[in-house]
């Protein structure tokens, strides 16, 4: 009679399993349980918790310099149609032009009144004061008067843009690189509103030799620039800047 009662233990805990697992369903049933002294271990790992990814990845960080941002409008820069051959860079330009520096636009001042050609036929124009802060190529002085086209006038012969406009379009600090020569004067004076010291230099931009910096974004003063062209740089004018630079023009 053993042999039955052998059998009917075995089926007895067989059907019990599925009790236990259900009582401590995160423990297999083929597991021993940790003892006392593992204990200690199994509470020390959960109380740290990994690293989350977000923490071990490295914040990506410009490698430009931050630059203020200004409102600009530069419409009253581009009154004056070229006619030219445009260049491919700033570096190219740089070769070609005498004087070019940066810094930061001083003002703007009433300039010559000129009578060029037909006779009562009067051009206003007007000065753009830049205070140099690097010079990379040619000598100029702390300040470097640019000339612009002032644009039409009314019939009383006041000019339709008065200075004020020009101010407030780009106003004083903003930042600027210019590629100029000295200015040709063409016509006969009729006034000299600016009334600078004497021997004071005038200069002319070159149709795309007066840049403009708004924050990282390279504007063009007297013609639109193509943003995926060299003549714009993802570092601004700081980035045209360093080409200038490694293009041999060092500045002092």
Partial sequence: ?????????????????PATMARTPDIPATASAPSAREAPEVLKASATPPPS????DPTPESACAPAPTRKLNVRLLRQTAFDYDPLNSPEELAEKTPLVVAGTVEDFLPGQIVEEGIPGDRTHYLLMPVRVTERFKGPAARLVHV????????????????VADFRRAVPRGSRVMLFVYPDVREGTVIKDRAALPAGTPIYSAHPQGVLLGRGLTVIGGMEEINPASRWADPCGLDGIATRLRAAGHQGH
């Fill in 1 to 17: 009679m053993r042999l039955p009662v052998l059998l009917l233990l075995g089926a007895l805990t067989a059907c019990g399993a």
């Fill in 53 to 56: 990814p977000a923490s071990t």
């Fill in 147 to 162: 000339k612009f086209f002032q644009g039409g006038i009314w019939r009383n012969q006041t000019p339709v843009n008065s």
